[in-house]
């Protein structure tokens, strides 16, 4: 029996990839942070199996110790603070966890290893948000990365380090460059989810509206599930290497609102749909669209599910839980 370790299990992509190496044969660890998280009742819900340890990405020592525990042959580095808005808001946090935990992790890892840096396989979850302000369209492994935002730089660095522990240490350390991936488990600070769940309430009468800030900002959005099986492809490869991972198509907030509408049978929002400031962003990350040749090529990895499929997925997931919500 394989052991995985995945940090960030308690987020979107965790418990996808949790179920994903469960239904594999897999041991499956998990980090979790904090003294009373109430995300962890939800993960051994969803992942009764998974046997958790308590740690935190910015605590080395504590790393040490789950990785000693765990003895894990792969891990999977998801854990980081992820709403790009928030970074600005808190730049010093988020270069700790999202930047400087991934030394932590690589650290970890490298220790655990010992004589023989590529026995524990790593994964990066690194991200479009790199991009930033793109260089070029679509953006592929090559792209210079031109970040625009705290989240954005402290992602390139958690980046060039797994690619720098590859080649001085010889880890198998991977990175995989994901554009937005959705589901109805994404968060709901995040535009699709916040979408969906407006719409699904409009639609059972409660709420009326919603307010949005940047309608004109396109996003590549592909479906999590599909993309939590891309990072597992590229650890069963016989060398690391970096992958972007997108469907290849971008679409506006504008259009994510005309799909998210339009299945509840509304064709004009304008009527339900307010500007609100206060969710512009200093810097914007306008035009996101990732080329995923390689990935196709060496992983055999394709998106199955496009936008249209996707939103209407979480538009009826958040209509079930509303209405669930009204019988409990
Ligand atoms: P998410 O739902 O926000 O999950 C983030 C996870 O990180 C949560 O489990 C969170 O734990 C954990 N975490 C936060 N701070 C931590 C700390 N100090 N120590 C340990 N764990 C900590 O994110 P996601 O959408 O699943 O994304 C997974 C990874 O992929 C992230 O690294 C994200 O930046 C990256 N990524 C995501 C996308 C996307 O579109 N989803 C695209 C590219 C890259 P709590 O539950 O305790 O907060
Ligand atoms: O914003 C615009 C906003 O917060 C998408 C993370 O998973 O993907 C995610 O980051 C766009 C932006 O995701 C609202 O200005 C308009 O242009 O859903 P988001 P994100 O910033 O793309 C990347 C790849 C990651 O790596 C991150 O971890 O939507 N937008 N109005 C809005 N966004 C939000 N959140 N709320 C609004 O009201």
Redesign the pocket.
Known sequence: MKRALI??????????LGELLDRKGYEVYG????QN???VAEVRDVLPNAKLLF?????LGSLLRVMEIAAPEEVY???????VAHSWENAG?TT???GK?VLNMLEATRKLAGSDPASIRFYQ?????MFGKVQEVPQKESTLLWPRSP?GVA?VFGHYMTINYRESYGMHASS???????SP???IE?VTRKVTTAVARIKLGKQDSLTMGNLEASRD??Y?GD?VDAMWRMLQQPAADDYVIATGVTHTIRDLLDVAFAHIGITDWADYVSYDKQYERPAEVDLLIGDATKAKDVLGWEPTVDFTELITMMVDSDLELQRTADRD
Do not use: C
């Open positions: 940090t960030g299990i308690t987020g979107q992509d965790g418990m996808y980090l979790v942070r904090g998280n109430p995300k740690g935190d990405l910015t605590d580095n998801l854990g980081a603070i992820s709403f946090m700790d966890v999202t935990g979850a690194s991200s479009s948000e989240y992602k995989g460059i994901l554009f937005n991936h959705e488990r994404r968060g995040f959005w592909g999590a993309y």
